[in-house]
């Protein structure tokens, strides 16, 4: 069974950046699409970005785009999202899974809370 460590989460400032990471023990990262997801609190779950499995094709989110970036590294059989300029608004509990659609996505583990707050 896949597991994911998803981890970089924190307190940043208005402006600010962080990398999230998402480590998978049990599969490789590369033979499957990857989506990043996250929940703000009273909200629904949205899927703000995403990586191909074979052309590393990506897509965002409008809320993201221009700001967030998604990456792979197969060496490290790790995904990345690299978050830049980050509004108050990300402040929310960031989640990876083998998906790209929240509705396909069967268990959710563990998140990693980005608070973007002066």
């Known amino acids: 069974q896949v597991q994911f460590i998803v981890s970089g989460g924190g307190l940043v400032q208005p402006g600010g950046s962080l990398r999230l990471s998402c480590a998978a023990s049990g599969s490789t990262l590369a033979d499957y699409r990857i989506g990043w997801f996250r929940q703000a609190p009273g909200k629904e779950r949205e899927m703000i970005s995403c990586?191909?499995?074979?052309?590393?094709?990506?897509y965002y989110a409008d809320s993201v785009k221009g700001r967030f970036s998604i990456s792979r590294d197969n060496a490290k059989n790790t995904v990345f999202l690299q978050m830049n300029s980050l509004k108050p608004e990300d402040t929310a509990v960031y989640y990876c899974a083998m998906q790209c659609v929240v509705s396909l996505v069967g268990n959710w583990g563990q998140g990693t809370q980005v608070t973007v707050s002066s």
């Open positions: 990586i191909r499995r074979y052309d590393g094709g990506t």
